[in-house]
């Protein structure tokens, strides 16, 4: 009887524990919608059918028996509509967009943090924005390249169905969307709490009002290209410098075997950095590099280049040559060259 009553004692928290890991077998997922009318929240569920409770109503969560599109592949029917859709008054904005007089120009200001901004200008959508922090301003050339927007919150098909009520709202107008790094409406008391609640807000804006905007300075400088370092190895080599004394370093592989020696740009470091990719000794002329981009992520610049060598027949100096190329960028803790496939050239650190 003893031995049977410290077994029970022994396997009653195994039965709790298992009850706990069973969870409540639903999951939420909710859309905060700060519309210039009118706040609104989409609630999906996930999991299987059943009935909750949000205060003194009962929700019952069922499988889908119609198409919708303000349904998501998955997610559960509640009391016979695809979405659980509540509406509130609108909110004070929380970011702006304007555009600049010269037309290519943007500036998104941020009255608080900001995940991301993304812009629809009638064609496709762009990214405008990474993160902004609460006060902080982003002046910037309209991007070009279209992409679909990846909202960090959201699944792709939540997502698509988002997206596609935003856009059936514009009226014909540029519209973009602010994805705030905090939710602004309190998460909904359901009983019994579901396993996961995903939130996610998004602002709204509706055309974009006029004004001056200071131009964005430019991402990028060449200070100094050629095809004659003094850099004498095979392999590719980057340099990263954030103080006149590596940048000196640098400069010299580049000036050596100059007579007189040019001294280096003015570059002011607490803002900016100084980059160098050295391709390394060609056996011939005709070798050059072009810059074809610069993006910015997490304290990295990539630089994309393109590598040029000389045709097969081409007439070209019959010397050694080593080609390279000099950058001022934003202040960053390090830099990667790549190919515009994507393959990686060279990187250095800070």
């Given amino acids: 009887m003893r031995k049977g009553f410290l077994f029970l004692l022994l396997f009653l928290p195994l039965l709790s524990a298992c009850e706990l890991l069973e969870g409540t077998g639903y999951r939420v997922a909710e859309a905060q919608l700060l519309f210039p009318e009118a706040t609104e929240r989409w609630t999906y569920f996930y999991g299987e059918p059943r009935e909750v409770r949000l205060g003194t109503q009962v929700l019952r969560l069922e499988k889908a028996s119609r198409e919708s599109l303000w349904a998501v592949p998955g997610a559960l029917w509640v009391g016979g509509n695809p979405v659980l859709r509540e509406v509130g008054p609108a909110l004070r904005p929380l970011a702006e967009a304007v555009r600049g007089i010269q037309g290519s120009l943007l500036e998104v200001r941020a009255q608080a943090n900001l995940r991301a901004t993304w812009f629809y200008d009638g064609v496709g959508w762009v990214r405008l924005t990474g993160s902004l922090r609460e006060g902080e301003s982003r002046s910037l050339v309209q991007p070009a390249q279209y992409q679909t927007p990846d909202l960090y919150a959201?699944?792709?098909?939540?997502?698509?169905?988002?997206?596609?009520?935003?856009?059936?709202?514009?009226?014909?107008?540029?519209?973009?969307?602010?994805?705030?790094?905090?939710?602004?409406?309190?998460?909904?008391?359901?009983?019994?709490?579901?396993?996961g609640y995903r939130v996610g807000a998004l602002q709204v804006q509706y055309g974009l009002k006029v004004e001056v905007v200071t131009p964005p300075r430019p991402a990028y400088r060449i200070l100094e290209r050629g095809a004659n370092a003094a850099y004498q190895e095979t392999e590719p080599k980057a340099f990263l410098a954030n103080n006149p004394t590596r940048f000196a370093e640098v400069w010299n592989l580049v000036v050596a075997n100059r007579i007189p020696r040019p001294p280096a740009p003015s570059v002011d470091f607490r803002t900016r950095s100084v980059a160098a990719f050295f391709w390394g000794l060609k056996p011939t002329g005709g070798y050059g590099l072009e810059v074809v981009g610069i993006t910015y992520a997490g304290g990295t610049a990539r630089v994309i280049l393109n590598l040029q060598s000389p045709r097969p027949g081409a007439i070209v100096t019959q010397a050694l040559t080593s080609p390279y190329v000099i950058l001022e960028l934003e202040r960053v803790s390090r830099v990667v060259f790549t190919e515009p496939s994507g393959r990686v050239l060279a990187e250095a650190r800070e």
């Avoid at 790094?181 to 019994?192: G, H, I, Q, T, Y």
Wanted: glycine residues 8%; aromatic residues 4%.
């Fill in 154 to 195: 959201f699944t792709g098909t939540e997502t698509q169905v988002l997206l596609r009520e935003i856009l059936a709202r514009r009226g014909g107008r540029q519209v973009v969307v602010f994805e705030l790094s905090e939710p602004v409406l309190r998460p909904l008391a359901l009983d019994p709490i579901p396993d």
